[in-house]
Structures are given as structure tokens and as C-alpha cells.
């Protein structure tokens, strides 16, 4: 299991613990904090999140001048406040080794104080998820608590303006593997650990029209590991002129843009793995459930409503969304506009409605059935229109 933590939560634990490793103290305290979780159960990407650090005030640690750490239960107690009154998963507790740098582990007054105290917090919420995090320099070791065992995490993400990882088994990474020669001319951009990372991704890919169809190709030939495609949206012949890869007879047999992406992949022998989401429209939970199965998204949608829903689950789940926007505008059969967007969407940066993408007054109209919109906006309840001419620019990220 992972931990994912956004970067300004990750920015204040260092900062909580940065005395522990300041070069200035001949023998610098073990320092800590709280990390406090909720949880994305998805059976396909389990993972521990953190919706808040709680810092230590006076008083909330005893033995520090001792080459130890003790959290006091009045810090504890705290802590399981709020994981009571905020409906989340449970919490960890976080120390330093301040001797280590890049490799640290448990110590044995660990070994022998956690199970008691975890113990304890499993007699106060049975259901909680509880357990503790040693932190070197540069390195990390983390572990859960259940029947008086142990079970390691695997890796930290740290989600900001990049995508950051920390191995959680106590030792840095070791040198990321060569590249195979097919990408060789990616490496001068990416680097070898780049080329490595999107082999084990899965990426979300919602919408598979002009711009979707185009940045499934580009990942599928970048070394993706695996694609997720939503898209409910059968082909047609307005589709010719502006799809990668549809046929005619695609359009004639109204095949799935999803199903057609994924019989390109399967054919291009790159190694990408698949998966097409049933039914394919995020507007129905089921399948927006499967977006908390991705380590990233991208977003080639052209309403709002499907907006708003990639930009919680970006929040919520922390994973970073890309939402890619182009639009031609056109009247009387003259081009009026040709724009294109990239939103960055993620912990630390601007909504989509904070942007002003993204506006309540549209997702309203989207809400309503064909006949009502048609209703309300012709009885001027709404300024706003339906987009009736389809983007047909393409751009990329990489």
C-alpha cells in the first residue's frame, strides 16, 4: 500500500522536523508530528491518504533529551478527535532518527513501544487504521499496525507542481534500469527514472474524441504502462475528419472511439496495457468510481459538469489532473476564434472553477434533459448556450 501526501502537507513536516537534522546542533532531539488519514479503497490502487498534519504543541513529547521520542496521550487523544469527528480513516506518528541520512529504520525502543501503543488504539477505534513513521534526511520507513503485526508501506508520493516519490522500506531508490531503444530519443527530455515512473503508471484517459484519441497515441508511444479509457460516445461520420484512427467503417458500425483506441494499442505491439471502463461516463458513479484506480488523469472532455467531477476526484484522491480544452469558434460559416487550454489541477494549485473553466450556471443547464434545456433557454432563465461546433485542434503535453 501507498501513502500519498499533497506537497505543502509534506513542506510542513519537514519543516516540524527540521531541527533534527540541522547541522548546527552537535546532538539535535528526535522531533515528530501526526499525520492524519482518509483512504481511497479502490481493490486496484488502495492507498493511504493524508487530509492533514496535526504539529505537536508544548508538552506533547516526553523523553526527547534522551535519544527517544514519547507522544504524550494528550497528543494522541487529540488526534483521535479528530479522526472521530472528521469521519477519517486513523492517523500515523511520525519521528526522526536524527543519524540518519539516506537509509533508516525502526529502532528496537521502537519495536518495543509500538505494539502496546497501537494495541491501545485499536481497543479506542477498533475499525482505525493506526501506525508510525521513521524519517532519516533523506529517507523514510513506514509500517501499519494489525493483530500485533506489522506491515510495511511501499512508497510515498508527494503530489504538487511534480510528482515526487520516497521509498518507504527504509533505503533510497537505486539507479532507475536502462530505457529501451525504442524510447532512446525520449531520454535527452525525461531521463531514464522519467521513462521508468510511466511504465508502472496507469493513466486515465477521459474522452477519446480529436484530443483524447491523440494523447493515448502519445502515451501509448512514450512507454505508458497502462491506459484506462472512458468514453461513452459511439463513432459517427462528423468524427472522420478530426478522430486519430477511426475508419469508416467504425463510423458505419457505431464501434466504440474506446473500443477502437484499445484495438490500436493491442496492434502496435509497444507493450501498453488497456482497459476500457464500461460505459464510460463519469456521470455515473460507478464509473467515476474507477478514476481512484489512476496515478494520473487526463481530461479531453468539452462540458463542465464531467469537469467539476475529474476536479474533486483530483483533490480528493490526491491525483493530479491534466485537463486539456480547444474550441474553433465559428459563425456564418466564418472562423471567429481558435483557442486551446492546459490546466494543471492538484493540491497546492487552482480549481477549475477558481480558473473560471469550469461555471455552476453551465453545469446546471447540463443537468437537464435535451428538452428542458432547450425549455430554459428559450424562456432566458439562462445566458449560457450549448456547444454546438466541436473542438477540432489537437494539443500535447509533452
Not at 458513479?285 to 476536479?311: K, M, N, Q, Y
Not at 469558434?329 to 487552482?350: M, T
Amino acid at each position: 500500500m501507498n501513502l500519498r501526501i499533497a506537497e505543502l502537507h509534506w513542506e510542513i513536516v519537514r519543516r516540524l522536523v527540521s531541527l533534527s537534522f540541522s547541522s548546527a546542533l552537535k546532538f539535535p532531539p528526535e522531533t515528530g508530528c501526526i499525520l492524519l488519514l482518509s483512504r481511497n479503497d479502490h481493490p486496484q490502487a488502495q492507498t493511504l491518504l493524508v487530509t492533514d498534519v496535526l504539529p505537536p504543541s508544548d508538552g506533547d513529547f516526553t523523553d526527547q533529551e534522551t535519544g527517544a521520542i514519547t507522544f504524550t496521550s494528550r497528543y494522541l487523544r487529540k488526534a483521535l478527535i479528530l479522526v472521530r469527528e472528521q469521519g477519517l480513516a486513523g492517523f500515523l506518528t511520525v519521528h526522526t532518527h536524527p543519524g540518519a541520512d539516506r537509509q533508516v529504520g525502526f529502532s528496537p525502543y521502537d519495536d518495543r513501544n509500538d505494539p502496546s501503543l497501537m494495541e491501545n488504539l485499536h481497543d479506542l477505534q477498533p475499525d482505525g487504521v493506526f501506525g508510525s513513521v521513521v524519517l532519516g534526511k533523506d529517507s523514510a520507513c513506514a509500517r501499519l499496525w494489525s493483530a500485533d503485526k506489522p506491515s510495511y508501506l511501499n512508497e510515498l508520493i508527494i503530489v504538487g507542481e511534480q510528482l515526487k516519490f520516497m521509498n518507504l522500506n527504509g533505503r533510497a531508490y537505486a539507479v532507475p534500469p536502462s530505457a529501451s531503444d525504442i524510447f532512446d530519443r525520449s531520454l535527452a527530455l525525461t531521463g531514464a527514472g522519467a521513462l521508468a515512473r510511466i511504465s508502472r503508471a496507469r493513466i486515465g484517459i477521459i474522452g477519446l474524441s480529436g484530443t483524447g484519441m491523440l494523447m493515448a497515441e502519445l502515451l501509448m508511444r512514450a512507454g505508458a504502462g497502462e491506459l484506462l479509457l472512458f468514453e461513452f460516445d459511439p463513432a459517427d461520420r462528423t468524427n472522420l475528419g478530426r478522430v486519430l484512427h477511426l475508419r469508416a467503417s467504425d463510423a458505419d458500425s457505431a464501434t466504440n472511439k474506446a473500443l477502437r483506441m484499445a484495438q490500436v494499442i493491442a496492434e502496435s505491439g509497444l507493450g501498453a496495457k488497456v482497459t476500457v471502463v464500461p460505459g464510460g461516463d463519469i456521470r455515473d458513479p460507478a464509473v467515476a468510481a474507477e478514476l481512484r484506480s489512476c496515478d494520473l488523469l487526463i481530461g479531453c472532455v468539452d462540458r463542465d459538469w464531467p469537469r467539476l467531477i475529474l476536479s474533486e476526484v483530483a483533490y480528493q484522491y490526491l491525483i493530479p489532473l491534466i485537463d486539456l480544452g480547444t474550441e474553433i469558434g465559428a459563425a456564418n460559416g466564418q472562423l471567429q476564434s481558435l483557442d486551446a487550454r492546459v490546466s494543471f489541477v492538484g493540491p497546492g494549485r487552482p480549481c477549475l472553477f477558481c480558473s473560471r473553466v469550469i461555471k455552476q450556471e453551465r453545469i446546471r443547464l447540463e443537468g437537464y434533459a435535451p428538452e428542458e434545456q432547450d425549455r430554459v433557454l428559450a424562456m432566458g432563465y439562462s445566458k449560457d448556450i450549448r456547444l454546438k461546433t466541436p473542438a477540432v485542434m489537437v494539443i500535447s503535453v509533452f
